[in-house]
């Protein structure tokens, strides 16, 4: 966008401090989705266009084999399964909003 002019350039050693900072207003970030979800929702951060890129990335629960098996591993990962599980609904909801803007714009789908 030719017309925006940035005062600087800030760069952080870690999403969570660039989100923080997009919240406090120092200026933008580029961001993951499924970490701002809970700031898009409260409506502390915003989309102001509707862009995003396809994201395939998977999270996998792990730990050393020669680790005995605990009867604690299956609460926990049922849960973390089911977290998964209301994010996994909750950026659906968030993609459907993105490709209405999307389609608002004039924007071509992606792919």
């Known amino acids: 966008m030719p017309d925006l002019v940035g005062?600087?350039?800030m760069q952080f050693e870690s999403s969570s401090l660039?989100?923080?900072a997009a919240t406090d207003g120092v200026g933008i970030a580029m961001a993951q989705l499924p970490l701002i979800l809970d700031d898009l929702e409260a409506g502390t951060l915003v989309m102001p266009f509707p862009?995003?890129?396809p994201d395939d990335c998977s999270y996998n629960l792990i730990w050393p084999d020669?680790?005995?098996r605990n009867p604690s591993f299956k609460?926990?990962?049922d849960w973390m399964l089911e977290e998964a599980r209301k994010t996994h609904l909750r950026?659906?909801?968030l993609k459907e909003e993105i490709a209405r803007r999307r389609?608002?714009?004039g924007i071509?789908?992606?792919a």
């Open 7 to 9: 005062a600087s350039i």
């Open 18 to 20: 660039a989100y923080q």
């Open 51 to 53: 862009i995003s890129t």
């Open 66 to 68: 020669r680790t005995p």
């Open 75 to 77: 609460p926990f990962r």
């Open 91 to 93: 950026m659906d909801a």
């Open 103 to 105: 389609a608002e714009w």
């Open 108 to 110: 071509p789908a992606v």
